[in-house]
């Protein structure tokens, strides 16, 4: 299985801040990369597909990039409902796996 | 809209089994596959398997053959896993999630939390 390796785990941050978000695969991936948000209470949302493909709704602070095994989630400006779990995952190849998660906190 | 309802949490004691459901609306259920994905502390989210649901067909991750059973009720609208011989370690939440094609999840039920213990 393709290990997802996501940096940092827990990042402190302001509103307005920049920030950003790493994931690492274990080998290529081809750009079938997806990001997550969840929230305290459970809910998942989807934010990005295949690598820089924003979600209908998602707003346009957030973008993605990244190519081969490195990839990153940014969100330029953050507001407060941001403050939550992000997660990366990969579907090339079976099965799909996912980052072990970064924590947006509040500094 | 879309949305995927799933049924509520579970207590159940090792040894047995549970079925969890989630209800689709808002769409056309057998246009996508419906996928399910574990969550806990410990290993983080991790894939179960998908069921086609206009077919039937399904695929499972290795890791869960012989524990997760996955089956859809088309005129319901509802997919279902059953998870057998259940240990502590499948005490989760455990998510379904719309695919519009196997391995990305475009829409995801709220969850279900299953515990096991004596």
């Known amino acids: 299985d393709i290990q997802m390796t996501q940096t940092p785990s827990s990042m402190p941050a302001s509103l307005g801040e920049r920030v950003t978000i790493s994931c690492r695969a274990s080998q290529g991936i081809s750009n079938y990369l997806n990001w997550y948000q969840q929230k305290p209470d459970g809910t998942i949302k989807p934010l990005i597909y295949y690598t820089s493909n924003l979600q209908s709704g998602v707003p346009s602070r957030f973008s993605g990039s990244g190519s081969g095994t490195d990839y990153s989630l940014t969100i330029s400006s953050l507001e407060p409902e941001d403050f939550a779990m992000y997660y990366c995952?990969?579907?090339?190849?079976?099965?799909?796996?996912f980052g072990a998660g970064t924590k947006l906190e509040l500094k | 809209q879309v949305q995927l309802q799933q049924s509520g949490a579970e207590l159940a004691k090792p040894g047995s089994s549970v079925k969890i459901s989630c209800k689709a609306s808002?769409?056309?259920?057998?246009?996508?596959?419906i996928s399910w994905i574990k969550q806990t502390t410990g290993q983080g989210l991790e894939y179960i398997g998908y069921i086609n649901t206009g077919s039937g067909g399904t695929n499972y991750n290795e890791k869960f053959k012989g524990k997760a059973t996955l089956t859809v009720d088309k005129s319901s609208s509802t997919a279902f896993m059953q998870l057998s011989s259940l240990t502590p370690d499948d005490s989760a939440v455990y998510y379904c999630?719309?695919?519009?094609?196997?391995?990305?999840?475009?829409?995801w039920g709220q969850g279900t939390l299953v515990t096991v213990s004596s």
């Open positions: 995952q990969q579907y090339d190849s079976s099965p799909p796996t």
């Open positions: 808002g769409y056309t259920f057998t246009s996508y596959y």
């Open positions: 999630a719309r695919s519009p094609h196997p391995g990305s999840f475009a829409y």
